[in-house]
């Protein structure tokens, strides 16, 4: 329950064994490279690095580009929860030698580059194809429109309604021997019609101003639009069907591509990644003509471990093992025991502590699957939740990060199964709505301790209950932390007065209101006096003048008002466990009164009711994951947490595709 101790390990060994001792202890998994590099690395570690970034980078297009037509036979659900096919480390380098990878990227960014202009193409000619059906019954070859050195022509769009215009102007402005001109018919809903007017040049001022007067919109005809209308529509025709054809073509060599070179190109992938990040390892040390020099940070638990694997090298070894450097930052690894670990991942997310600082997981991880509980608060959502999480767990081979959610899961289902027999809400009040699960009731009531639909009231204190003692438990441990680290009077005058004044007005509160005898209550007006002239003491104590150090004090009794408002944060374990279980019973009633309908009433009833359940399953999941975290950063960590520590990141086999199965990699 701990943050673990690290240890600074330097290696000065001879170069011909570098890339021997970086590939064990990549094999090793445990040690972080520390950077001893303070310009720009020419090493030709640094240029292999390089080398095979450009690899990847191969890689990463060839699978970013075949993938949607890749169709493996993996399963798709256990490939999404980590599964992957198992290789050897002989089997990855040999087929670096059987796959030109190079050659391959290349071809595919050709097709990449051809299907785009195929695209384009076949864009421009549906245009154009668009175009030529507006103009459908002119009776002119296209190329008149280019105009000669008499004629001219204006092509452009106008609305529908400014037709009748356009023609008056045209029959009275203008000398029918003189142009000539085209109105295609508007077709079904369309606002505006494509007009063609054919003139000689010496009308050009007049056409104009009938167009400006009109709004006709120019339109540019393709100059490649030569011949009669139907006949350029049929040349079009003949080009999509050539296009569409080699596209064809195209996507049928992808498939074949995908199918071919996926698996391959996978394992290529993560070969490559391994080594660059072997390679860049190596580079953040320094090096000479014969010797390297590396350091690295190793757990401490792993010591021993390290020195074992690299002892087969001791003639070409130095080694040196150090406590970290005061101006040093290790990073941070959390070890916890196994049914605290799944909660670590809500530690990280919210920010690891600071080397030698406190670790919150443990503290946080039975609040939070306890609140979780509140929050969701049924007893059928619960045993799904569960049995989903454990299911997936089984069947797959999950691992890293999702097998620790799916583990809070786990047990934050098993949480909600609690909370919903003491509560009595199995789906709702679905044992009470239907006859057929009334023989359920006298066992669920049996259990049941109190309902928070019908008395709001005491699941509300209950509520408070808790949010108070883990805001006490949180001063606590800010507490201990400050005592442990030396500071004896911060942790009196900062945490210590606050828990003596919060305990103190509780007894004295319970007592005022009768539910505790005058003894506490006395006690409890004691304490609240002793822990106010605390903190007036203490808090200004970093002032120099006593009348600023006492109104300093003074002022900090306001913050009583910040600790209510944490503590009445803690209403919407209540609100969530209440909606959970209103929302339950809105679908059991929907669910029985569509029973009612004749003959497929039955089936629509018990549709609602799955489906209406399983949407409440997933609203109230999201929704008490979310308050309960919220719970533990805003009210519990702010009493005594701190974060600013960065992940432990060691080198090792990042794999991504696949799996690696042999021992000693080399």
């Known amino acids: 329950m701990a943050i673990v101790e690290l240890k600074h390990v330097d290696l000065l060994l001879h170069s011909s064994v570098e890339n021997e001792v970086a590939a064990e202890i990549q094999r090793l998994g445990f040690c972080e490279p520390i950077s001893l590099i303070r310009e720009e690395d020419q090493s030709s570690h640094a240029a292999k690095m390089r080398f095979y970034e450009e690899r990847l980078s191969d890689a990463r297009f060839v699978l970013r580009f075949l993938e949607p037509y890749y169709q493996g036979k993996?399963?798709?659900?256990?490939?999404?929860?980590?599964?992957?096919?198992?290789?050897?480390?002989?089997?990855?380098?040999?087929?670096?030698?059987?796959?030109?990878?190079?050659?391959?990227?290349?071809?595919?960014?050709?097709i990449e580059r051809r299907m785009a202009e195929l695209r384009s193409e076949l864009s421009n000619l549906q245009v154009q194809k668009t175009l030529l059906k507006r103009l459908s019954g002119f009776p002119y070859p296209l190329a008149i429109i280019s105009g000669t050195d008499t004629l001219s022509a204006q092509v452009g769009t106008i609305a529908v309604e400014e037709i009748p215009s356009l023609l008056d102007l045209l029959k009275s402005s203008l000398d029918p021997q003189k142009c000539e001109w085209f109105i295609a018919p508007p077709q079904g809903k369309d606002k505006d019609t494509l007009v063609v007017i054919l003139y000689l040049k010496?009308?050009?001022?007049?056409?104009?101003?009938?167009?400006?007067?009109?709004?006709?919109?120019?339109?540019?005809?393709?100059?490649?639009?030569?011949?009669?209308?139907?006949?350029?529509?049929?040349?079009?025709?003949?080009?999509?069907?050539?296009?569409?054809?080699e596209r064809e073509g195209l996507e049928l060599e992808i498939q074949n591509a995908a199918g071919r070179y996926i698996p391959a190109v996978r394992e290529l992938h993560d070969y490559y990644t391994t080594l660059k990040d072997r390679h860049q390892a190596l580079s953040e040390g320094?090096?000479?003509?014969?010797?390297?020099?590396?350091?690295?940070?190793?757990?401490?638990?792993?010591?021993?471990?390290?020195?074992?694997?690299?002892?087969?090298?001791?003639?070409?070894?130095?080694?040196?093992?150090?406590?970290?450097?005061?101006?040093?930052?290790?990073?941070?690894?959390?070890?916890?025991?196994?049914?605290?670990?799944?909660?670590?991942?809500?530690?990280?997310?919210?920010?690891?502590?600071?080397?030698?600082?406190?670790?919150?997981?443990?503290?946080?991880?039975?609040?939070?699957?306890?609140?979780?509980?509140?929050?969701?608060?049924?007893?059928?959502?619960?045993?799904?939740?569960?049995?989903?999480?454990?299911?997936?767990?089984?069947?797959?081979?999950?691992?890293?990060?999702?097998?620790?959610?799916?583990?809070?899961?786990?047990?934050?289902?098993?949480?909600?199964?609690?909370?919903?027999?003491?509560?009595?809400?199995?789906?709702?009040?679905?044992?009470?709505?239907?006859?057929?699960?009334?023989?359920?009731?006298?066992?669920?009531?049996?259990?049941?301790?109190?309902?928070?639909?019908?008395?709001?009231?005491?699941?509300?204190?209950?509520?408070?209950?808790?949010?108070?003692?883990?805001?006490?438990?949180?001063?606590?441990?800010?507490?201990?932390?400050?005592?442990?680290?030396?500071?004896?009077?911060?942790?009196?005058?900062?945490?210590?007065?606050?828990?003596?004044?919060?305990?103190?007005?509780?007894?004295?509160?319970?007592?005022?209101?009768?539910?505790?005898?005058?003894?506490?209550?006395?006690?409890?007006?004691?304490?609240?006096?002793?822990?106010?002239?605390?903190?007036?003491?203490?808090?200004?104590?970093?002032?120099?003048?006593?009348?600023v150090k006492t109104l300093v004090g003074l002022i900090s009794l306001y913050n009583i008002t910040s600790y209510l408002g944490d503590t009445l944060s803690y209403s919407r374990l209540l609100a969530l466990g209440m909606a959970s279980a209103v929302v339950g019973m809105i679908i059991n009633t929907l669910s029985g009164l569509l029973s009612g309908i004749p003959l497929v009433g039955p089936i629509l009833g018990v549709c609602l009711f799955i489906m209406g359940h399983i949407f409440s399953l997933a609203v109230n999941t999201l929704g008490a994951f979310v308050h309960s975290l919220r719970l533990q950063y805003v009210e519990f960590f702010s009493k005594f947490y701190s974060a600013g520590g960065r992940p432990f990141r060691p080198l090792r086999y990042d794999m991504r595709y696949i799996s690696l199965v042999d021992e000693e990699i080399k």
């Open 74 to 110: 993996e399963d798709k659900i256990a490939w999404l929860l980590g599964e992957r096919p198992k290789r050897r480390w002989e089997e990855l380098v040999g087929s670096e030698s059987q796959l030109a990878l190079q050659d391959l990227s290349q071809r595919l960014r050709s």
């Open 202 to 245: 010496e009308l050009e001022p007049s056409i104009a101003e009938i167009s400006d007067k009109c709004k006709l919109s120019s339109v540019e005809l393709p100059r490649e639009l030569k011949g009669k209308v139907e006949d350029e529509i049929r040349g079009i025709d003949e080009k999509e069907e050539g296009l569409l054809s």
């Open 286 to 547: 320094r090096h000479s003509d014969h010797t390297s020099f590396l350091s690295f940070w190793v757990p401490l638990p792993c010591i021993d471990l390290f020195k074992q694997k690299l002892a087969r090298w001791s003639n070409t070894i130095e080694m040196g093992i150090y406590d970290p450097l005061p101006d040093e930052e290790p990073p941070i690894i959390l070890t916890n025991p196994r049914l605290v670990k799944p909660f670590e991942p809500l530690t990280a997310l919210y920010g690891l502590p600071a080397y030698g600082g406190v670790d919150p997981t443990p503290h946080m991880s039975p609040y939070f699957c306890l609140f979780f509980g509140f929050c969701l608060g049924d007893g059928v959502y619960g045993v799904a939740l569960a049995l989903l999480s454990a299911y997936l767990l089984l069947r797959y081979d999950v691992k890293g990060g999702l097998k620790r959610f799916l583990t809070l899961f786990l047990l934050c289902g098993l949480s909600s199964v609690a909370i919903g027999a003491l509560t009595g809400s199995w789906a709702g009040n679905a044992i009470d709505a239907f006859g057929i699960l009334r023989p359920l009731k006298p066992l669920k009531d049996a259990v049941m301790v109190g309902d928070p639909t019908s008395d709001p009231l005491s699941f509300l204190a209950v509520a408070l209950a808790l949010g108070i003692v883990q805001i006490l438990y949180g001063l606590s441990l800010a507490f201990v932390d400050a005592w442990r680290k030396g500071d004896r009077l911060g942790a009196v005058g900062d945490k210590g007065s606050w828990i003596v004044l919060i305990i103190g007005l509780l007894l004295w509160g319970g007592e005022a209101m009768g539910y505790l005898s005058g003894a506490l209550g006395n006690i409890g007006k004691l304490l609240a006096i002793v822990g106010a002239i605390t903190i007036v003491t203490t808090q200004g104590r970093t002032r120099k003048n006593p009348i």
